[in-house]
């Protein structure tokens, strides 16, 4: 199909877009085209105004008051039920606080505590963004287990009446692949194990359904599709029939039923506020709630839907576009295995992205070959993925042309 | 003395100090005296225009780009670099990132794991803040090791063949004791054992020595003596001499030799970048960075003999102004056993810290019957101190009234 073509299907598409004006939200004013939001999501405009506030009457003049009077001291359970919706759980099950990396260590331990005596093996996703291996790992010559390392299309094949749990990514951060979550839990407890999954990369790009599909445990970031910032503290999900048994390793004065008691014993609180540890970081997490904002009024299945449409139609420009062969999707076409980011194994991968961005497409790089491209659907249109896509074919042309590129 | 010849003398103290020109670095103008930066340290003014650079410009224009050209990064050792002249620290040594609880997980259980072959108990300081006790208990069950709880000056008596490390916390938070970091440090060391220590009430108000006394982990807030904001990222020293064995529990990919290979294999990096663990809270850190720039060109000496000069004087003054066993100070008399507060028992201390509150003195509450009045030199001056007293001799005349108060 031509360009031409091309041109008008994104504007016609970006016309009939329920999302389109949500964009006018972030600050994305430079002629960027963000593809980069699956890494760092862009500046909703408010955020400014809104720590401009926190920092200069919360701590400048209320001081310690804002503990209590500007809601800090709350603030880690009340953005988890900001989160919830958006992951599927109801009420009461969703904190916010910490790294992922550090929640993936509380969620892993609690869940291997909670499983049935005796087994001793966890099971790691192999595709796994690499902390999560990392922590496994800990957590499991912490605790006396070890870890086995599948494929998460293979999980309900491995798991065994020695699997204690398995903690899987939702979304593949390389390939964008989409991991099947409702098969994968129901295989692990059929067999009486626990499902922790990673949320990190479908959170507020997918619908993740939790609670719908009894998830025991999962964690995910907030600085991707959630807009919260760089390294806005994370997110964990104990599911409301584990509470009780939540066992923390890392039991901070904050996970404390009564924290100001200060007793030298610990008890911990009852429900999500049991995954707290220390004192939270109010400045990442009151932006991260501002940003929170822009999902007022907006579901996640609108943004599901739309999601796809832009993969759907960047892999169409792509393919229509750039030579057979020069470039590869590593993303499935199905959609029922598809994330929100296209993934393309590309051999000078590093020289094209560092083209890409000059000319301002940006997305990035996953050594040593793929070129990745995160579609946020709040933001990023039907013109701009035909951008995206013509641009590339461009830098690909030039790099190709007997000039070099 | 009266009070006329007590108040001539704080105008006259502070018309002698050094650093009394500091205190207009700090948003502090609304009359408020306040005694709780060690809780919550007041806003340095220029933090407000530099965040607000930082989440408009950095992260709103740069976006992706800031981890690299705006240095975000490194920002854990670079703001490390910042925070270890402060505690007696050479360069390579501190890294910033995680609450206190996290980081006091990350040394008691690197400890343990260094110390000598065959010893299974920790000590833990009797009268610590009570996270690091749940903590330290956590630490302990997971590494198989037990907690044996004592007093610090206990410590040389306790440690023997048994103690692997202890976990002390350099000045008590609710009395202001200042324990004795390098004799307890060499009882420890002289019996092999490992010396952890929680500065979060002593970094920044007063000299620490790490390496001089030859500590080998410490930890410490951000928020208190310097003033990174509610939350701010807490730090983890770890001694040079130690770095190559120390072995994090939290092994997260930001402590990876090569975090962008994104390798299945764990390999930590060098230093004290190993004790990173996930994203860094960039917001909160970077509040720090510029929350640390009140430092410049001034000594941790200077600021402890202010500090000692402060508390002396609020101690003179409540004894001239408040009648005798009215309140009892729990706060050593001794310099060398006094951190930066001052710690008043005080059978109706809730009603009275409130209505002190009330009169503009903020001071906080440890319960059941602590007033707690932090002074930090960086911005309490003696007319501050003085005024303080005399509100505080106010209200309880106020209570002891036949009205009642």
Same mark, same amino acid.
């Given at each position: 199909m031509s360009e031409t073509r091309m041109t008008e299907r994104a504007a016609e598409l970006d016309a009939a877009d329920g999302l389109a004006?949500?964009?006018?939200?972030?600050?994305?004013?430079?002629?960027?085209?963000?593809?980069?939001?699956?890494?760092?999501?862009? %500046?909703?405009?408010?955020?400014?105004?809104?720590?401009?506030?926190?920092?200069?009457?919360?701590?400048?003049?209320?001081?310690?008051?804002?503990?209590?009077?500007?809601?800090?001291?709350?603030?880690?359970?009340?953005?988890?039920?900001?989160?919830?919706?958006?992951?599927?759980?109801?009420?009461?099950?969703?904190?916010?606080?910490?790294?992922?990396?550090?929640?993936?260590?509380?969620?892993?331990?609690?869940?291997?505590?909670?499983?049935?005596?005796?087994?001793?093996?966890?099971?790691?996703?192999?595709?796994?963004?690499?902390?999560?291996?990392?922590?496994?790992?800990?957590?499991a010559r912490l605790t006396g287990h070890r870890t086995v390392v599948v494929d998460p299309a293979d999980v309900p094949d491995a798991v065994g009446p020695r699997t204690a749990a398995a903690l899987v990514n939702h979304v593949d951060y390389r390939t964008g692949r989409l991991h099947d979550l409702p098969g994968i839990t129901a295989a692990l407890h059929e067999r009486g194990a626990l499902a922790v999954w990673d949320l990190c990369h479908s959170a507020g790009a997918l619908p993740v359904g939790l609670d719908e599909h009894g998830v025991d445990l999962a964690v995910g970031c907030t600085y991707k599709y959630l807009n919260g910032g760089?390294?806005?503290?994370?997110?964990?999900?104990?599911?409301?029939?584990?509470?009780?048994?939540?066992? @923390?390793?890392?039991?901070?004065?904050?996970?404390?039923?009564?924290?100001?008691?200060?007793?030298?014993?610990?008890?911990?609180?009852?429900?999500?506020?049991?995954?707290?540890?220390?004192?939270?970081?109010?400045l990442s997490m009151l932006a991260l709630e501002a940003a929170l904002d822009v999902w007022d009024g907006v579901t996640v299945e609108a943004v599901r839907a739309k999601s796809l449409a832009l993969t759907d139609f960047f892999l169409e420009c792509v393919e229509a576009y750039v030579p057979r062969g020069r470039v590869t999707s590593l993303t499935p076409a199905a959609h029922a295995e598809r994330g929100s980011?296209?993934?393309?194994?590309?051999?000078?991968?590093?020289?094209?992205?560092? @083209? %890409?961005?000059?000319r301002g497409v940006v997305g990035d790089l996953r050594r040593p070959d793929v070129l990745r491209f995160g579609f946020t659907p709040l933001y990023v249109g039907f013109v701009d993925t035909e951008r995206a896509a013509r641009v590339l074919a461009e830098v690909l042309a030039a790099a190709d042309s007997p000039a070099g590129g």
């Open positions: 004006k949500r964009r006018e939200l972030f600050a994305l004013d430079d002629g960027t085209v963000y593809l980069d939001g699956n890494s760092l999501g862009a %500046l909703p405009r408010h955020v400014r105004d809104r720590m401009a506030d926190v920092i200069g009457r919360q701590w400048g003049e209320l001081r310690i008051r804002s503990w209590d009077e500007s809601g800090w001291w709350t603030a880690p359970e009340r953005i988890g039920e900001r989160i919830a919706p958006l992951v599927g759980a109801a009420p009461g099950q969703v904190v916010v606080g910490d790294s992922t990396s550090v929640n993936v260590f509380k969620a892993v331990v609690a869940a291997v505590r909670m499983a049935p005596e005796g087994r001793d093996e966890i099971l790691v996703d192999a595709t796994t963004f690499p902390t999560d291996g990392y922590i496994a790992e800990s957590a760089p390294g806005s503290p994370a997110y964990l999900y104990v599911a409301e029939r584990h509470q009780d048994r939540f066992d @923390s390793p890392l039991p901070g004065w904050n996970s404390h039923a009564d924290p100001f008691g200060m007793t030298r014993g610990y008890t911990p609180a009852e429900g999500a506020v049991r995954g707290r540890v220390g004192t939270p970081d109010i980011q296209v993934a393309l194994a590309c051999p000078d991968a590093p020289a094209v992205m560092e @083209s %890409l961005i000059a």
